[in-house]
Structures are given as C-alpha cells and as structure tokens.
C-alpha cells in the first residue's frame, strides 16, 4: 500500500499531478480541495495517498490531509459510489462541508454534487451517519494557486472532469470574470453550482 508521497512536482492539470520521488513519477488525482492547495511546479510536496487496483488499472489517489483520505474511503464503502465520484464530491464540498451535509440529513446539498442523486444522497447519509469527522488542518500544505493563459476553457475541462456536464460548465464559468485563474475559477463555479 503506497500511504503518502514526498517529492517534487512536475505537472499539475486538473484533477492530476504528477508528483517525481527520486527519478520516479508519479501520477495521481487529487480532488480540487487539494489542488487548490498545491505549491507551484518543481517545488516540493507531501501528500497522503490511497491506491485503488482494478483489473484494468493501479489508480493513486491523494490528499491534503489525513482527514480528507479518510473521508474519501468512507465515501468508497457506499453502494453505488466508486473513486471518482468519491472524488467528484471532495471536490464539490471540504471534508468539514460534507461532514455538516450528512449530520444534517440535507440531502439537497448533497445531490448537488456531480453523479449524486436524490437516492444516492439518502443512501450516503444512512450509511455515513457518524463516521465521517472534523478536519483538523495542521496537516493542510500551503494554498499556492497558478494563474493560466486559457482560463476559462480550463475551468470548463476540469468541471467536465468532475462529472458536469459540458453545458453546466459553460453556463457556470460565465459569470466569472475574465482574469481569474484555473483554481480559483473552479472553486468559485462549483460554489455557484452547489447553490
């Protein structure tokens, strides 16, 4: 099991990164709360990881923090969500968001998420009910963001990414101004899209 990655960064696309430890690189998915998080290229970076295999793939998933690993392998457990949906909701909402949505049964909050229904959404606060907890972020990296030159069509391929459709993307991007950068772009999209 590969628990955490230390190195230098060499690549960040969203939702991926590639991380080099020692002449070897990695790829891994991040969710965009981690991605928002990230330093900027070549320089170093700690991140905690879950291995997914599959018979078709080894998938590396990584974190900011413990606290959102282990949110996502909750996530994991239930019927029905598989990594990258588990992903998709990490990105939509902080651990701290999603913890709040399933003790307080909102169910809409939840549903707003890409590939979450009504019925899914039920099922993950019955399933997830008292197991997910509070971040404590003594283990959040530094938030460095990288502004981009094709901004806004970036932001629409990373919310296609996460599971919206490609006219929910362009409908949300709209309303962003036109200098603003990849990470904050999607963070304040999605914002707008969960409302």
């Known amino acids: 099991m590969i628990t955490q990655l230390t190195g230098k960064l060499i690549e960040k696309q969203p939702p991926q990164i590639v991380i080099d430890v020692n002449g070897v690189g990695y ?24 291995l997914i295999i599959r018979e078709d793939a080894h998938l590396l998933f990584g974190f900011a923090d413990k606290n959102e690993r282990a949110s996502f392998r909750q996530l994991v457990k239930v019927s029905s969500i598989g990594a990258k949906t588990a992903l998709g909701i990490l990105s939509a909402m902080s651990t701290d968001e999603l913890a709040q949505a399933i003790a307080q049964e909102d169910v809409k909050r939840l549903s707003s998420a890409p590939g979450i229904g ?20 003594t283990d959040v990296a530094s938030l460095v963001t990288q502004p981009n030159t094709h901004q806004h069509e970036d932001i ?18 709209k309303a962003l101004p036109q200098d603003i950068d990849v990470s904050e772009g ?6 707008n899209m969960l409302k």
Request: glycine fraction near 4%.
């Open 27 to 50: 790829e891994v998915e991040v969710s965009m709360q981690t991605f928002y998080q990230l330093p900027n290229v070549g320089e170093t970076l700690r991140v905690y990881t879950q």
């Open 118 to 137: 009504k019925k899914t959404a039920e099922r993950m606060i019955l399933e997830l009910r008292g197991k997910l907890s509070p971040s404590n972020n």
């Open 156 to 173: 629409v391929n990373t919310l296609q990414a996460l599971g919206y459709s490609e006219r929910e993307a362009r409908v949300a991007v």
């Open 186 to 191: 999607v963070r304040l999209a999605l914002k």
